[in-house]
Every structure is written in C-alpha cells, then in structure tokens.
C-alpha cells in the first residue's frame, strides 16, 4: 500500500486499459479519479467496485478539463489514457476523425499535463504515466491520425520530463501492443474493409502477427508497469518509453 495518501487521475479509465491502471494503483492504497464515457450505472458500479471517484470530462473539450481541475484539485499522479482510433486510408480519412483523434490522444494530455504541474511541482513529488502504443515507435497503414499522435506523446512526454526532472516529478510513456480491449475490437470491421480481410484474418495476421509472442498483451500487465513507475526505485526513470508489446518493435 505504498501509494497511500496520493491521489490518481486516470483518463478513459471507465474501460480496458485505464481501467487496469486505477484498479492496480487502488490496489496499492492509492484513491482514484475515474474519467470516461460510459453508462452512467454501469460507471457507479465500477466507482463502487474500486472505491474510487468519477469525472466524467469529455476530454475533446479543453473547458471541460479546466472544470474537471476545477473540481478536484491537486493530484500526484496523472495517467493520460484516454484515447481513440480511426483505420481509413489517408486520401478516404474523414477530417473530423483526424481532428477528434488529434484532440482526445494528445492535445487532452497536454491540457491534463499543464493543469496537474502546478500542484506535483508544489509537494515536490509526481508521476506522469501517458499510455502512448507501440505506435509511438512504428508505424501501420491506415491509421495516420493515431500513429501521428502517439509519435507525439513520445516527444511530449520526453520534453515534460526534463521540464521537471529536478521537482520530484517523473513523465514517461508505456507503450503496448496490442491489448484485447473495445479499442481494438471495433477497429476490426474498418480494417476487414481497408485490407479486403476477413475476422479471423484480421486478428491472426494483422493483429497477432505484429507480436512476436502471438498473444495479446493482458490490461494487467500495463497496471503492473504503471504501479512500478510510482515506486521510489523508479524515481530515475524519466522520460523513458516502455514497450510492453511482446517484442514487436524489436525488429
Ligand atoms: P478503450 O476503448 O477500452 O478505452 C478508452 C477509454 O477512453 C474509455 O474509458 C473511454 O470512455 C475513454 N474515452 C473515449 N473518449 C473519451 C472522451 N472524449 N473523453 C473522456 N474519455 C474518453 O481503449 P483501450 O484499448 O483501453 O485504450 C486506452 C489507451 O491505450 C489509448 O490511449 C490507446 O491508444 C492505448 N493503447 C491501446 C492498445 C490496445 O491494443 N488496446 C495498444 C496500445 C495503446
């Protein structure tokens, strides 16, 4: 329970990833903000099942994340998690995707980011954990607006953490493959119509096959690396990029 007393704001943690990451640092005594979308009993179900409070800021709206700050003051940890895909060719790929992928996975972190300084800087202790994708890394077609942005959070999240490196105040990003979550799930229709593929297709040899493990990353595994980045050993991990990816971004 050594994140007793700290608070943690987790973005899009109503679901897959996120949701992973606030149950883990709640599970090392840490209270939780929860933010997403979602069916608004399905949400008091899970603030209930963790113990843990909601925002419910639409992230696509720098006001909202202001009001959100607003109301809950001072954090210790960020994690900026919240974020969307879109698979279209780039000539086909609808503008306001692209705008509304920009907005939510990157230009939210920087408004959460911002806003959260101030009070890390002022107790002299923080973690910034953004969960950027083996997509900061590499690249896969049809998906500009995504690989665009989690390129960017990687150089966000470097730039931050030498803003802050001598405040107590660590930023760094993990990166997974692929995580069986809705995320994923609903990209599989679009990329049956891009590739002229099948389901089954689509997981085994788009999906699954960028993995060298040929499995899918567990949303528990990405909690555990987010615990071990609030851990005092880790105070000199800063401005790093965790792949947990099964090896796809060694080749
Ligand atoms: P998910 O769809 O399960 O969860 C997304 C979360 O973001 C949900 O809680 C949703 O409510 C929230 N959200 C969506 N729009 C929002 C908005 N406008 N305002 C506030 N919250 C909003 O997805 P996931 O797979 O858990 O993805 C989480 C993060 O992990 C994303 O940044 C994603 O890019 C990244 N990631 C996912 C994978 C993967 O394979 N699933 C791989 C690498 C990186």
Known sequence: MFLKGKRALVTGS???IGLAIAKALRNEGADIILNGLGDPDEIAALQQQIGADFNGANLMDPAAIEA???????????VNNAGMQHVAPVEEFPVEKWDAVIALNLT???HTTRLAVPGMKAKGWGRIINTASAHSLVASPFKSAYVATKHAMSGFTKTVALELAEFGV???CISPG???TPLVENQIPDTMKARGLTREDVINEVLLAKQ????FVQPEEIGA???FLCRREAANINGANWSVDGGWTAE
């Not at 700050?69 to 960020?78: K, N, W, Y």
């Open 170 to 172: 660590t930023a760094n």
């Open 212 to 215: 060298p493990t040929k499995t």
């Open 14 to 16: 109503t679901s897959g």
């Open 178 to 180: 692929y995580v069986w």
């Open 225 to 227: 690396m987010a615990v």
């Open 108 to 110: 939210a972190a920087f």
């Open 68 to 78: 959100m700050f607003a109301e809950i003051g001072a954090i210790d940890i960020l």
